[in-house]
């Protein structure tokens, strides 16, 4: 129900559930609803009187968690129902016992779904891919979306974290995106390294994003513009280069807490780049890693697919283009910009930087975009933009 209200569900999950396997069943049911609502509710429609979406946000709970139980899981069929009638009147929806009991016995999987059903997207979105990437590879992309991502560690010190891994051995799969000093593990609760200070988690294609901004400028001083909650800027760190990392007040702590936890020497300051500042000196490098959809990420945060619609793009991208301009007067002569965003949507990468480069003073030097993945990467792009000078 918070999801639905706007909370983002590892959030919520994180900060209100207890550990061991009540804990644990709660993230699989989660999840497992977020992954799969479109062919959940193709399968609670056809025994409900009216549509799902008007139904009071409990009641619609309960059923999509009984029937993804019951569809999904391994749950025994009249465990799930049982556990859909007590949770029913636990919330207070004491009125809709009878029709969550009648519902969830009855409910079976979907028949003649639409393919968007299938695949578990929003239809205008299916379209926009299949028209980018045929058919084929969006329909892999979406299959992948419905499995589980394992964790990808991030670390300064390989050979500790190796250590630290000796009883957790990395799967077989190997990124997409070949980055190093990382290290792609099954899904873990508390992943080994990050207590000791040796790891971060981060996706490899937003590594690979820090990476260019290291590559592009070898050494010295950058900044990380909108940098919670700190991967890239431990990742440029780690990379040798004197880093400046900046959020807005209310996410600045986050990237303190990383910092503090990995023993980076990094400088955390806080400004909100919606204005231009005078409070900083020109850089070597910048990375804007901009707020964005993060249509990218639906495996990670399946979620977002629920919660966007084209028209977010305009807007998205009307930020972007602002942030983009404020920051790019940081940059010193000769030095390097990097956009980036964790969409694949074009309105938020080249409809973006394009007019930035008509505006003149900075030149493309490199384009990335990991749409669609290939192996545990989210789909993000960016581009290394070079500031003209000597």
Known sequence: MAIEDGA???????????????GRLAWHITFGVLRNRSRVDAALRPFLRQPLPTLDPPVRAVLRMGAFEKLFARTPDHAAV??????????????????????????????????????????????RWDARYGEEATSTWCERDHTVPPVCLVTHEPEALDALLSEEAPTARVAGVDVANTRVITASANPPGLEQGVAWVQDPAAVHVADLLADAVGQGR???????????????????????????????????????????TIEVRTHDWNEPSSDFEAFDGVLLDAPCTGLGTTRRHPEIRWRRHVTDLPGASELQA????????LVKPGGVLVYAVCSPEPEEGEGVVRPFLEEGGFRLEAVFASAPPTGEEDAHQAFVLRREGP
Request: hydrophobic share 45%; proline share 5%; glycine share 8%.
């Open 322 to 329: 602002r942030l983009l301009r404020n920051v790019s007067t």
């Open 222 to 264: 950058v900044l990380d513009a909108t940098a919670a909650p700190g991967g890239k800027s431990l990742r440029l760190w780690s990379r040798g280069l004197d880093v400046v990392a900046t959020d807005i007040p209310r996410r600045a702590h986050l990237i303190r807490e990383n910092v503090a936890r990995i023993g980076a």
């Open 82 to 127: 049982q556990q859909g009638v007590e949770v029913a009147r636990k919330i207070g929806a004491k009125r809709a016992v009878g029709l969550v009991n009648a519902v969830l016995r009855r409910v079976r999987p979907a028949k003649g779904m639409s393919r968007a059903e299938q695949l578990d997207m929003p239809p205008w979105l299916l379209a």
């Open 8 to 22: 983002h569900a590892e959030d919520v999950l994180a900060a209100d559930l207890p550990e061991g396997s009540d």
